[in-house]
């Protein structure tokens, strides 16, 4: 079974994914797989003719801040970007999926929705966060603005949007208990 995990930056994703591995589910990271993407030579280029040099600061380390300016304050951009990086994303999880077909696959992905990948999903697991929270954590764990990070918020779909197509929520509030959520959904995925 392959389940998509998903949610706005800064709800938690990473760390509800950690309690699902530490249950037994394999975990495909797929932004973690992206922004290894812009290191294989033909991808870097495209990048590169789209966003200029800044992008890399050097052989291994992409400008993760130029970059963000540059795709949160033009949806164009953005979604040119995502047409580079997302199919190599898509072709990557294919082979881990195969690998891991025995068990339960999560695809944990900030842009499951976005780019419509949760089609091929058997189930989406939403995770959501007060909006201050969600602030907080990003200009902490990035050291980006107030505005920086509510910009990248503004060009993810709302969750309300996301509500819609989600099966399970998990909310990530700091009161609700995270792991019994994940206990719930796990018992459910593991018992269809």
Known sequence: MIIGLTGGIGTGKSTVAKVFALLGAS????????KQQYFIPNI????????????YL?????????????IFSDTSLLKKLNEIIHPAVVSD???????????????ESALLFETG???????VILVVSPLDLRINRVMQRDGLSEMEVK????SQLSDDEKRKLADYIISNNE??????????IYSKLVNV
Do not use: P
């Open 27 to 34: 975990i495909f990271n797929s932004d973690e797989n992206a």
């Open 58 to 70: 050097d052989n291994s380390t992409i400008n993760r801040k130029y970059i963000s300016q540059k």
């Open 93 to 107: 999880f294919k082979k881990f999926a195969e690998l891991h077909s025995n068990g339960l696959v999560i695809k």
């Open 117 to 123: 990948l949760y089609r091929g999903l058997d189930k």
């Open 151 to 154: 910009n990248k918020i503004k």
């Open 175 to 184: 009161q609700d208990s995270i792991i019994e959520q994940c206990l719930e």
């Open 44 to 55: 870097k280029k495209q990048v590169i003719d789209l966003l200029g040099e800044q992008c």
